[in-house]
T-cell receptor, first 113, second 113 residues
């Protein structure tokens, strides 16, 4: 069974631009969550989608948004990029909405210059 | 509040010995406590979880202990192997929003041959 796939793996953007990251969950998984990982702040929850609806949201500004499609694939978007948005963005999927066992992808490394 | 901390940022263990990774938490309302392992270049990987109404749970070569009196969580790895080298995160969540996982800052475990 294929794991969680995130694309692209690496991305370099300029401050002020916007970016869209993609996540394909494990087949059959309907919950997708996004996390930001930085050396300073560690792993921080961004949001979670289940059945195309945002169920939970972390403490991030409105520049961070996401969506989920009917096939459970998810995208997250960051607008007006700031240098501090440089991070590893991780996507995790789980079969049910309330699962402690989440399966993470390898992440997208975003660098804002 | 939402806070999960760790006692030590690094831990060095002789191959074959047992490893004990400690974690302190502050949110008494958490329903689950979870351990994740992150190897270099990979996303976090679920190891084991424990419900807040339990004090011990065992998996394959791993044991998690929960002491609610002092808000302390530990992960014991038996017969540590080179493949156990990674950063270990303790985490917590509420059953009502299980996909929102609050991660601690991580402990890097290194194995001496």
């Amino acid at each position: 069974k294929a794991g969680v796939t995130q694309t692209p793996r690496y991305l370099i953007k300029t401050r002020g631009q916007q970016v869209t990251l993609s996540c394909s969950p494990i087949s059959g998984h309907r919950s997708v969550s996004w996390y930001q990982q930085t050396p300073g702040q560690g792993l921080q929850f961004l949001f979670e989608y289940f059945s195309e609806t945002q169920r939970n949201k972390g403490n991030f500004p409105g520049r961070f948004s996401g969506r989920q499609f009917s096939n459970s694939r998810s995208e997250m978007n960051v607008s007006t990029l700031e240098l501090g948005d440089s991070a590893l963005y991780l996507c995790a999927s789980s079969f049910r909405e309330f699962d402690t066992e989440a399966f993470f992808g390898q992440g997208t490394r975003l660098t804002v210059v | 509040g939402e806070s999960v901390g760790l006692h030590l940022p690094t831990l060095s263990v002789q191959e074959g010995d047992n490893s004990i990774i400690n974690c302190a938490y502050s949110n008494s309302a958490s329903d689950y406590f979870i351990w994740y392992k992150q190897e270099s270049g990979k996303g976090p990987q679920f190891i084991i979880d424990i419900r807040s109404n339990m004090d011990k749970r065992q998996g394959q070569r791993v044991t998690v202990l929960l002491n609610k009196t002092v808000k302390h969580l530990s992960l014991q790895i038996a017969a540590t192997q080179p493949g156990d080298s990674a950063v270990y995160f303790c985490a917590e969540n509420l059953a009502s929003s299980a996909s929102k996982i609050i991660f601690g800052s991580g402990t890097r475990l290194s194995i001496r041959p």
